[in-house]
């Protein structure tokens, strides 16, 4: 072979290799271009906790609620129906409203009633936490404000419900002879099998329970009595929530602890000269944290 069909063929193979490399930038077709974009992964629990819509506050108490943790104890899933009671400000809607939007699921906030005369501040509580919520619809989705109280109606459809929450208001109900209802609201809105998760300051065990629990401490096994009156079962129990610092034997009850952190009693004015250094050093309540189930069959 002369030397000039070997160029040729040198030539050819450059030729081709530039061919191929220019084929490695080719635009896509249409048909590839068509392709739907790779979908993000849904929220996760922890995507929610660490969501910057919740406030510096609310979230330097994750420390002391577990909420990730104790809503994973509970059993919560995405695309649920959960019911929680008595929101208040919405500390954990924060984190339960938008997971739920983001999983097809539905929140109903069983707020306070406020159609009662001798509870003036119920409605503002109630159209605070409204406002939070529409003020960024993107976030929270579409959750449903129905109410409880003495003479409220139901919470949720019947049987619609995988979990409701009661978030630290026994005691309350307690003071208002609300816990009977409570239950049996509960009862009625969960599906067959559905779960009760109840957090609650723990009071100490063997002492008698004050039926007003007007320190605001339960005993753990009142809550679980109570529970089973009402037709629940008792599923599990954790400690998540404990603080074996907690006494329990604070001047204005668990008040006197963080977060509220009184310095008088309830209703007057505070006391400048109170030390709260003891307490704050034990830190937020010791906690009982339960899981109920509905039985499937009555």
């Not at 030539?11 to 530039?18: C, F, Q, R, S, V």
């Not at 929140?107 to 406020?114: R, V």
């Not at 409605?123 to 409220?152: C, N």
Request: glycine fraction near 8%; charge should be negative; aromatic fraction near 8%.
């Amino acid at each position: 072979m002369d030397s000039s069909g070997l160029w040729s063929r040198r030539a050819l193979l450059t030729g081709t290799a530039a061919l191929g490399l220019v084929g490695c930038g080719r635009k896509p077709s249409a048909a590839e271009d068509a392709k739907p974009p790779a979908k993000a992964a849904p929220m996760s629990l922890r995507d929610a906790a660490q969501g910057d819509w919740r406030s510096a506050a609310d979230r330097a108490r994750d420390v002391w609620r577990h909420p990730v943790q104790t809503l994973e104890f509970w059993g919560l899933k995405p695309g649920q129906t959960v019911v929680e009671f008595w929101p208040g400000a919405g500390w954990y809607t924060d984190i339960l409203a938008p997971y739920l939007a983001a999983t097809s699921g539905k929140l109903y906030a069983a707020a306070l009633q406020t159609d009662l005369p001798d509870d003036p501040t119920a409605k503002a509580i109630v159209e605070a936490y409204r406002r939070k919520l529409t003020d960024k619809p993107k976030v929270y989705g579409d959750v449903v404000i129905t109410a409880f109280g003495p003479t409220s109606g139901p919470v949720a459809p019947a049987g619609s419900a995988d979990l409701i929450l009661f978030l630290r208001n026994l005691h309350n109900w307690m003071a208002a002879s609300l816990t009977e209802k409570a239950f049996r609201d509960a009862f009625t809105a969960l599906k067959p099998g559905g779960v009760l998760g109840i957090e609650e300051h723990r009071g100490e065990p063997g002492r008698v329970q004050d039926v007003l629990a007007a320190d605001g401490y339960v005993q753990q096994a009142y809550v679980v009595e109570m529970a089973k009156e009402a037709g629940f079962v008792l599923a599990d129990q954790s400690e998540i929530n404990a603080n074996p610092k907690d006494t329990k034997d604070h001047p204005f009850g668990v008040w006197t602890l963080p977060p509220t952190r009184l310095s008088a009693p309830r209703g007057e004015p505070t006391e400048p000269g109170f030390d709260h250094a003891k307490y704050d050093a034990i830190g937020e309540s010791d906690r009982m944290t339960l899981k109920f189930i509905r039985p499937e069959q009555p």
